[in-house]
């Protein structure tokens, strides 16, 4: 019931941050796409998990530590705790915007909440800093009351965070739950395959997109595991395959990613003729987004 009540005050905000993200989107994305390399290192490729995520946890600890330290009088610790906190919370907010660039639809507005909430927090709780360091003895009523006003709005940009990732499913592996079963050959449902032009295929009730080259015939998921793209709609760079939507790269013959913003690996499967014509395909490995 009370989780009702939160999505209808964040659906009122829709308004006003559907536009302003829009616009922020396309800023970022001119600036951070051209920049792969650190797009690639602040996505999390290289972890393997968005490394926003991974970061969020620290700020919320420590200032709920110098809100601890607050009360019990300990100023050295709680201005470090704070500090800390502020500084934590702009470094997971770089991680968080190289996300934002390849959000979309009724995402991209909520995470647009998200993120002006928690500048709000930040502003407010540099100002309990700045405080802090102007009255080291006197009285920190105030720079203590700022410092739980912006802890309260970081839990609030908290929770509009999870419903981005939990409710709307952002910057998950697309493939985390499709695989119940242990793989086994299929036959697919086409038998000539162009060389070196992605071509979708149906294995079962998987979509593949297969690609020719020469004798070798590489197949993945057509399902993009960053967002769902349709790889089959992608173009071939080098020996990989690129998403038309947010130009993650896989590696054709492992499915291992090679560019952001995908932090998971792409399905992989092995091909062979099958008896009497045309192919079929295995699962190669557990799909759990990491291929080994």
Same mark, same amino acid.
């Given at each position: 019931?009370?989780?009702?009540?939160?999505?209808? +005050?964040?659906?009122?905000?829709?308004?006003?941050?559907?536009?302003?993200?829009?616009?922020?989107?396309?800023?970022?994305?001119?600036?951070?796409?051209?920049?792969?390399?650190?797009?690639?290192?602040? &996505?999390?490729?290289?972890?393997?998990?968005?490394?926003?995520?991974?970061?969020?946890?620290?700020? *919320?600890?420590?200032?709920?530590?110098?809100?601890?330290?607050?009360?019990?009088?300990?100023?050295?610790?709680?201005?470090?705790? *704070?500090?800390?906190?502020?500084?934590?919370?702009?470094?997971?907010?770089?991680?968080?915007?190289?996300?934002?660039?390849? !959000?979309?639809?009724?995402? @991209?507005?909520?995470?647009?909440?998200?993120?002006?909430?928690?500048?709000?927090? +930040?502003?407010?709780?540099?100002?309990?800093?700045?405080? @802090?360091?102007?009255?080291? #003895?006197?009285?920190?009523?105030?720079? +203590?009351?700022?410092?739980?006003?912006?802890?309260?709005?970081?839990?609030?940009?908290?929770?509009?965070?999870?419903?981005?990732?939990?409710?709307?499913? &952002?910057?998950? &592996?697309?493939?985390?739950?499709?695989?119940?079963?242990?793989?086994?050959? !299929?036959?697919?449902?086409?038998?000539? *395959?162009?060389?070196?032009?992605? #071509?979708?295929?149906?294995?079962?009730?998987?979509?593949?997109?297969?690609?020719?080259?020469?004798?070798?015939?590489?197949?993945?998921?057509?399902? /993009?595991?960053?967002?769902?793209?349709?790889?089959?709609?992608?173009?071939?760079?080098?020996? /990989?395959?690129? /998403?038309?939507?947010?130009?993650?790269?896989?590696?054709?013959?492992?499915?291992?990613?090679?560019?952001?913003?995908? !932090?998971?690996?792409?399905?992989?499967?092995?091909?062979?003729?099958?008896?009497?014509?045309?192919?079929?395909? @295995?699962?190669?490995?557990?799909?759990?987004?990491? &291929?080994?």
């Amino acid at each position: 019931m009370i989780g009702r009540w939160l999505v209808r +005050i964040l659906e009122a905000n829709e308004g006003w941050a559907k536009p302003l993200g829009d616009f922020v989107q396309k800023l970022l994305a001119a600036i951070l796409r051209p920049l792969w390399p650190i797009k690639d290192l602040l &996505n999390g490729k290289w972890l393997g998990h968005s490394l926003h995520a991974a970061l969020t946890d620290a700020p *919320i600890g420590l200032l709920l530590a110098g809100l601890v330290f607050d009360f019990l009088d300990m100023r050295a610790a709680a201005d470090i705790a *704070i500090g800390l906190g502020l500084v934590s919370m702009l470094v997971a907010a770089f991680a968080g915007l190289a996300d934002y660039t390849d !959000t979309d639809d009724r995402a @991209r507005w909520v995470a647009t909440v998200h993120a002006t909430l928690m500048s709000f927090a +930040i502003v407010v709780l540099l100002v309990s800093v700045v405080m @802090r360091l102007g009255a080291p #003895t006197g009285d920190r009523s105030i720079a +203590i009351a700022l410092a739980v006003i912006g802890f309260a709005i970081v839990s609030a940009g908290a929770w509009v965070g999870g419903e981005v990732v939990y409710a709307l499913g &952002n910057m998950v &592996n697309r493939h985390a739950w499709r695989f119940g079963t242990s793989a086994r050959w !299929t036959k697919l449902d086409v038998e000539e *395959i162009p060389e070196g032009t992605p #071509t979708k295929a149906k294995a079962g009730p998987q979509t593949l997109v297969l690609v020719r080259r020469g004798e070798t015939i590489h197949a993945l998921h057509d399902q /993009c595991a960053h967002a769902g793209g349709p790889l089959s709609a992608g173009t071939i760079v080098d020996d /990989c395959i690129e /998403c038309p939507w947010h130009f993650s790269r896989y590696e054709l013959s492992t499915g291992r990613r090679k560019r952001g913003p995908t !932090t998971f690996d792409q399905p992989a499967y092995e091909v062979r003729a099958a008896d009497g014509g045309g192919w079929e395909v @295995r699962r190669i490995g557990s799909g759990t987004g990491q &291929n080994r």
